[in-house]
């Protein structure tokens, strides 16, 4: 589902970012970390928030939804119909969310508050 550029992504999570650079197919990446469990947020805004090391609490701003074209990436072997270079694998800006427990992917429904 497309989301707007800029709209806001918050931590579920307190924890360590781990990762924060642009990392293949996922564009603009951010990882929190805490123990065992990972969260990742793929096709994030370039401009970042928050810097690899920094503490976040669940419920901190931390980043924007990215946009789709994005440029002065080394290499970036991700091109749109334009040629274009974009976000890792994308064909619009949204945010592609993955949690990991002992490095493998769950189902993130269980780790939010309904």
């Known amino acids: 589902m497309e989301q707007a550029v800029g709209t806001k992504l918050y931590s579920c999570m307190d924890g360590t970012v781990s990762f924060l650079a ?3 197919a996922g564009g603009y990446t951010l ?3 805490n ?3 990972s969260v990742s947020f793929c096709h994030i805004s370039p401009n970042f928030l928050v810097k690899k090391g920094d503490k ?3 419920g901190q701003h931390i980043a924007n939804v990215g946009p789709k074209n994005v440029y002065g990436v080394k290499n970036n072997p991700y091109k ?3 040629g274009n270079p974009t976000n890792g694998a994308t ?3 949204h945010l592609h969310l993955t949690i990991r427990k002992d490095g493998k992917a ?3 429904l269980s780790f939010f508050d309904f």
């Open 106 to 108: 769950v189902n993130p």
């Open 80 to 82: 749109d119909s334009k």
């Open 35 to 37: 123990g065992n469990i």
């Open 22 to 24: 642009f990392k293949g």
């Open 31 to 33: 990882t929190v970390k």
């Open 91 to 93: 064909t619009g800006s």
């Open 56 to 58: 976040v609490k669940k």
